[in-house]
């Protein structure tokens, strides 16, 4: 039984360190300028982060890369995608359309 308490009080602790960090961006396009917003994000190291993707730009499609972590999506005028990684670095990293290179960029900064 004390063993039985003292591997679920592992598994609890193990399991807050290991979060999953959830971030929703929408492409927006005003006066002809396209962004995805917020343009920033923040993590920790260790973070498992979930960001969902929706295009509200009537331009149609546009792409979604962060290449500090192999991300690349493209999300069709009115859709979502979601895109999952690992934040197994710190730092900060670029985020932007790979796409428009007129798209304007953002940043993730994931904390030690
Ligand atoms: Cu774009």
Sequence with gaps: ???AMMLISLLLSVSAFAETRKVTLVNYETDGVKQWLPGTI???KGD???ITLINNAPSGI???IIPAFGVKKEVLKGKTEVVK???DKEGLFEMKCHLHPAHVGGQ???MP
Excluded: N, Q, V
Aim: hydrophobic fraction near 55%; charge should be positive.
């Design 48 to 50: 498992d982060i979930e």
């Design 42 to 44: 923040m993590a920790k």
């Design 85 to 87: 990684f690992k934040a």
């Design 108 to 110: 993730i900064f994931i």
């Design 62 to 64: 546009h792409g979604f």
């Design 1 to 3: 039984m004390k063993k």
